[in-house]
């Protein structure tokens, strides 16, 4: 079955560490996503790529880095300059090309301890 | 800038309830309007969506219709069951003819159902 892939589902990370979410899809997709939710502020744009070896940042990519090597996989690393890591992490998936509708993961929930 | 307006919640429904999610939104143009649904420690699925005024999404008993003179889609139900419970986004993307179009999301309407 076709679909998007991110793990680990639970991690954990100690203060000053940097770590990566996983994010892999076999849909074909051309643009990938990286968004980041937590209690009552809905989802808001890290980063997104909309072609391999090519990403841009979103609304809140300070303290975050991505590389877009293949088109199948986008990991995300939390680095130790995000101040409030803790978090509830979703990867995204479209086609690309004026198509909007985006498939999800299943997420990623960081907890910095 | 483009935005989307809904209650947080948490609505509180007992089984077989009328569903109403109000959503309304900010945009210019004729942006493509969307419902998501997340199940607990889950990603977003696409539950509908419009991509024209006066357009109609429909899926698994849930509605929604595109209204461009009041901005909203708002999401009903006719009879919710308890697996209805869940968070649900509305969401919306700005037309373009192509390349990266963001999509902007509400902040997410709790909806608990009691047997």
């Known amino acids: 079955d076709g679909g998007i892939t991110q793990s680990p589902k639970y991690l954990f990370r100690k203060e000053g560490q940097n770590v990566t979410l996983s994010c892999e899809q076999n849909?074909?997709?051309?643009?990938m996503y990286w968004y980041r939710q937590d209690p009552g502020q809905g989802l808001r744009l890290i980063y997104y790529s909309q072609i391999v070896n090519d990403f841009q940042k979103g609304d809140i990519a300070e303290g975050y880095s991505v590389s877009r090597e293949k088109k199948e996989s986008f990991p995300l690393t939390v680095t130790s300059a995000q101040k409030n890591p803790t978090a509830f992490y979703l990867c995204a998936s479209s086609q690309g090309q004026g198509v909007t509708e985006a498939f999800f993961g299943q997420g990623t929930r960081l907890t910095v301890v | 800038g483009n935005s989307v307006t809904q209650m947080e919640g948490p609505v509180t429904l007992s089984e077989e309830a009328f569903l109403t999610i109000n959503c309304t939104y900010t945009a210019t143009g004729y942006p493509s309007l969307f419902w998501y649904v997340q199940y607990p420690g889950e990603g977003l699925q696409l539950l509908l969506k419009a991509t024209k005024a006066d357009d109609k999404g429909s899926n698994k008993g849930f509605e929604a219709t595109y209204r461009k003179e009041t901005t909203s889609f708002h999401l009903e139900k006719g009879s919710v069951q308890v697996s209805d419970s869940a968070v649900y986004f509305c969401a919306l993307s700005p037309f373009h003819s192509g390349g990266y179009q963001k999509v902007t999301f509400g902040i997410g309407t709790k909806l608990q159902v009691i047997p």
């Open positions: 849909l074909n997709h051309d643009a």
